[in-house]
């Protein structure tokens, strides 16, 4: 090879893709900054993991064969991409792997990579065929037919035949004509040829060709390698292959614990940020840049659409129309980003690139970051614009105005009266932590958790009858236990998934205040969004509290045999998870264990449950929410609870609760298909002893 072609030719071709590449990542830098450095260790693992082992590409049972097929594509490029490194110092020195002392043909493991290259090559060129082919013909809903798929494609397959044709000729030429390569030695290992069985099964048809032929074939098959893979880099980094750079720095980035690393705590006092707009996002350079680096992560694998509960009931949202739009715009803007600092038209993220009917569509249930392969963080976007619409432009659906209201006089959606908060337990003797005299109190007095009743167990009549289950059961087990009555306020859920924060601020401070005020150390909810909330998003304002979702409260009393719960019950019974207790707070099997226990025959699942669930459609604030687009999302759940043939379908949230019960009636089914929480079916099989 001519080292100094070869020295032009890696000059200017990587030169433009280190300048592309300076100016992307430099825009990032440009964005709003985030700590995401901590936990080095747990990274690393979240990385092999996640990324290197592809975890949600064949861990999922939704499309296992197609995500299967990718993984073994991403594991045989990590392979030959140790060849490409050879095959560029080819260009500098004949037989330059030769020349390296772990790769050498001297070296078993020179021997053994060899021939797993080689192996690789042909699985990857043969599962990009098929991939090729389904985009094409089959081609799933998800997976949209562009040139841009499809010239990626061929670009890979270029690639693969091209090495496979060098090294073919390259054998001929040293074997059969003579040529001094550097390469093909004989050792105590044999020939490369027993070690790389498929260009050696080519070199056998390139031999026809004669000494001309496979000099030409040698040249070819090297020049055209290194001007496939060359243009290849230059040209995925303004397309969806881009994320083959960003992907594994996005996962390693990726929050750790909760599912979103907590966004600081908006300082609602600087009259700056009110000043220059700077509540929430609504530019570009608002974002920040793990955010920025998200949308060049994007595969456009379109394994959010299936599982999204608004694209699935025909709302104009998905992620990866979302990150499509806002990719657009900052490519459009990067360059102006990476040298101002600033965008420089007058575009807005929310109205110009993203429509308010798509921004208010998301339920929050976070189903498109479980299903996204490079960890894409969706959510926090979505609650950051809401922020700006509602704080900044005071623009959010109407009918949040009298939601607001109630929240604000009354402490509760709905609006009414605070003093009322206490009322669902009437002649149940639950002591208030107001009417405990702290001071004359035994120790054995002290309660040992903290009944957080929430706003629906409080004040919806249905949802009542759930708070006074549950509190019948801590009863039965001797749980010493209290409420706040009307000192308890809403947790402020609602309040910052549809952008108000400062609502937020408010209701959760005097929660806070509260609950340190009493000294609270241990609390029960029946609500995953209470539960969400308070463990979650205090801490942030100084409230640190052990936090228990009722179910996993109440397995505990069953394990400590405080409650004497029996198979008694006959009833068929499917189960719900909410997107909160589970999505969120990793809880699965709690629940799943009190149903088992309870009946005699075991749950029934849903085609989709545990962390591949469907949404019931009332999260991110839509609870309070006229859904005017498309078809209803509770009803499309209910359709898979009644098609499992259940005729109890359980839940263990307040929320699900009431769409799940609308979803029944608006089939007809309220006769014969109820709706229970968990509690109120442990305490059936208790009374039933």
Request: hydrophobic residues 40%; aromatic residues 10%; negative net charge.
């Amino acid at each position: 090879m001519n080292p100094w072609l070869m020295s032009l030719v890696m000059f200017f071709a990587w030169g433009i893709l280190a300048l592309q590449l300076i100016v992307k990542f430099g825009a990032l830098t440009k964005m709003a900054p985030e700590s995401r450095f901590k936990d080095i260790k747990r990274r690393i693992g979240r990385l092999l993991k996640m990324g290197i082992g592809q975890e949600r590409l064949i861990g999922r049972s939704r499309e296992r064969g197609s995500g299967i097929m990718h993984a073994f594509i991403f594991w045989g490029a990590l392979i030959i991409g140790v060849r490409e490194l050879t095959l560029m110092g080819e260009g500098f020195l004949t037989g330059f792997q030769e020349y390296l002392p772990l790769l050498g043909s001297d070296s078993i493991l020179g021997f053994i990579y060899i021939s797993v290259y080689n192996v690789a090559e042909v699985l990857v060129l043969a599962l990009v065929l098929v991939a090729l082919y389904r985009r094409i013909w089959p081609k799933p809903e998800r997976l949209e037919l562009n040139w841009e798929g499809i010239y990626v494609l061929l670009f890979i397959v270029a690639i693969m035949l091209t090495d496979i044709l060098f090294d073919a000729a390259r054998y001929n030429l040293v074997e059969n004509f003579g040529h001094n390569l550097h390469f093909f030695q004989s050792t105590e290992y044999g020939t490369e040829w027993q070690w790389a069985p498929v260009s050696f099964l080519v070199s056998k048809v390139l031999n026809f060709f004669g000494e001309g032929g496979n000099a030409f074939f040698y040249y070819f098959g090297y020049w055209g390698h290194v001007a496939a893979m060359l243009i290849f880099l230059n040209l995925l980094i303004n397309t969806k292959q881009f994320h083959e750079i960003t992907a594994l720095p996005n996962i390693f980035f990726g929050s750790l614990d909760y599912p979103h690393a907590p966004a600081p705590l908006t300082n609602l006092e600087d009259e700056k940020l009110w000043e220059e707009g700077n509540i929430g996002v609504n530019k570009l350079e608002h974002l920040t840049w793990k955010q920025g680096l998200d949308l060049f992560s994007c595969t456009e694998c379109g394994r959010c659409h299936d599982v999204c509960p608004t694209y699935v009931t025909d709302k104009p949202l998905t992620l990866k129309w979302f990150n499509q739009s806002l990719l657009k715009h900052l490519r459009n803007e990067e360059r102006t980003l990476f040298t101002t600092g600033k965008t420089a038209e007058e575009k807005t993220l929310v109205g110009d690139i993203i429509h308010p009917d798509t921004l208010w569509a998301c339920t929050t249930c976070r189903a498109c970051e479980e299903a996204c392969p490079v960890s894409i963080e969706h959510v926090p976007r979505i609650i950051a614009m809401r922020q700006n619409q509602t704080m900044m432009e005071e623009n959010y659906p109407p009918e949040m105005t009298n939601t607001f209201k109630g929240l604000e006089r009354n402490f509760n959606p709905w609006g009414i009266g605070f003093d009322q908060r206490a009322d669902w337990a009437n002649g149940m003797e639950i002591p208030l932590m107001s009417d405990r005299n702290r001071e004359n109190e035994e120790p054995s007095d002290e309660i040992e958790v903290l009944m957080w009743v929430g706003c629906a167990g409080s004040y919806d009549s249905r949802n009542q009858k759930i708070a006074r289950a549950t509190a019948t059961l801590y009863k039965k087990a001797g749980v010493k236990f209290a409420i706040l009555g009307s000192e308890e306020k809403c947790t402020g859920d609602l309040a910052r998934r549809s952008g108000n924060e400062m609502l937020f601020q408010m209701l959760a401070g005097e929660n806070v205040e509260t609950l340190n005020n009493y000294n609270i150390k241990k609390i029960v909810t029946s609500c995953p969004h209470c539960l969400n909330t308070i463990k979650n998003e205090y801490p942030q304002l100084g409230g640190e509290y052990e936090v228990f979702h009722h179910t996993q409260f109440i397995q505990k009393l069953v394990d400590e045999n405080k409650l004497p719960l029996g198979s008694n019950l006959k009833d068929t019974v499917t189960y719900h998870d909410s997107c909160y207790l589970g999505r969120y707070n990793q809880e699965y099997e709690s629940p799943r264990k009190l149903l088992n226990n309870s009946g005699n025959e075991p749950l029934v699942e849903m085609k989709r449950h545990g962390i591949e669930s469907f949404c019931c459609g009332a999260g991110g604030s839509r609870m309070w929410m006229e859904e005017k687009i498309g078809s209803r999302i509770n009803e499309t759940r209910t359709e898979e609870a009644l098609n499992t043939g259940a005729s109890t379908v359980a839940t263990a949230c307040p929320f699900c609760m009431t769409m799940l019960s609308d979803g029944i009636t608006a089939k007809g089914k309220s006769e014969t298909v109820k709706t229970k929480d968990v509690a109120e079916i442990v305490l059936e099989a208790i009374e039933a002893t």
